[in-house]
C-alpha cells in the first residue's frame, strides 16, 4: 500500500446537467468571489491563490446537491480504505460530521493554487467534485509533483485532510476549469472555533518542543 493509495476517484458521479448548474451559478455570483488563500507548505506563510471562490450557502438550492454528490463520495472513500484491512474504519466515519465551507472554485488561464495542506483542527477529508473538462493543465499535484492526477467531468476525489497530504493545483495552461471542494469536520465549524479559540489561548506562551534543523 501506497500513501497515494488512500486517495479516491469516484468517475462520473456528477451528472453533466449538475455541473452545468454549478458553473452557471459561480458565473451568475462571479462579482462576488474572493480570492483563495492558504499557508504554503514549503514555506509555513499564507499566501494568495491565483482562483477566485464563490461560496455554497444552506438556503441556496444547489447547497443541497452538493452535499449529496459529497455523502455518496464519502461513503465510496470509507468502503474503499475499508479494503485495506489497516484503519479504524468506524471511528473515521463517526469523525466525518459536517462539511465547511462548500466553495465553487474558478481557475483561468495561468491561475493555480500552491502547495498546502487541507489540514486544520477538526478537519479529517478533503472532497472535490470536477465540473468540467474542457481545459489543460488545472492538474491536481501532490507531495511536491511526486504524484499527479488528472480529473474528467464529474469525477469526484476524496483524500485525508492532514499535513501529510500537501497539494496543489497545477497552472491552468488553457480554457477554465471549475471544481466543488469541500472539507469535512468532526464537529460544527461554530464549536470548532471556539475550542480552537481557548486551546490557543491556553498554549499561547507554551514553547514550541520541537525546532526544524535547515540546511545551510
Not at 82 to 95: A, E, T, V, Y
Not at 138 to 163: I, Q, T
Request: hydrophobic share 35%.
Amino acid at each position: 500500500m501506497l500513501l497515494k493509495d488512500l486517495a479516491l476517484v469516484i468517475p462520473n458521479l456528477v451528472s453533466a446537467a449538475d455541473c452545468n448548474l454549478f458553473i452557471n451559478e459561480y458565473q451568475r455570483r462571479q462579482i462576488a468571489a474572493k480570492v483563495e488563500t492558504s499557508i504554503n507548505s514549503n514555506t509555513g506563510k499564507r499566501q494568495e491563490s491565483t482562483c477566485h471562490v464563490v461560496k455554497l450557502h444552506k438556503e441556496n438550492n444547489l447547497y443541497d446537491v452538493a452535499i449529496g454528490y459529497q455523502e455518496t463520495a464519502l461513503s465510496a472513500w470509507l468502503n474503499h480504505l475499508d479494503k485495506f484491512k489497516s484503519f479504524h474504519i468506524p471511528l473515521l466515519n463517526d469523525m466525518l460530521r459536517e462539511p465547511h465551507q462548500i466553495r465553487i472554485i474558478r481557475y483561468k488561464k495561468g491561475e493555480s493554487i500552491q502547495e498546502h495542506s487541507d489540514y486544520d483542527h477538526f478537519i479529517h477529508a478533503s472532497v472535490t467534485l470536477n465540473l468540467n473538462d474542457d481545459y489543460l493543465g488545472g492538474d491536481f499535484s501532490f507531495f511536491n509533483g511526486s504524484y499527479k492526477l488528472r480529473l474528467g467531468l464529474g469525477d469526484a476525489l476524496v483524500f485525508p485532510a492532514d499535513p501529510f497530504w500537501t497539494h496543489s493545483i497545477q497552472p491552468v495552461t488553457e480554457g477554465t476549469r471549475y471544481s466543488i471542494n469541500s472539507f469535512i469536520l468532526s464537529c460544527g465549524f461554530e464549536e470548532r472555533n471556539e475550542i480552537v479559540n481557548n486551546l490557543t489561548e491556553k498554549l499561547k506562551f507554551r514553547p514550541r518542543a520541537y525546532k526544524l534543523k535547515k540546511d545551510n
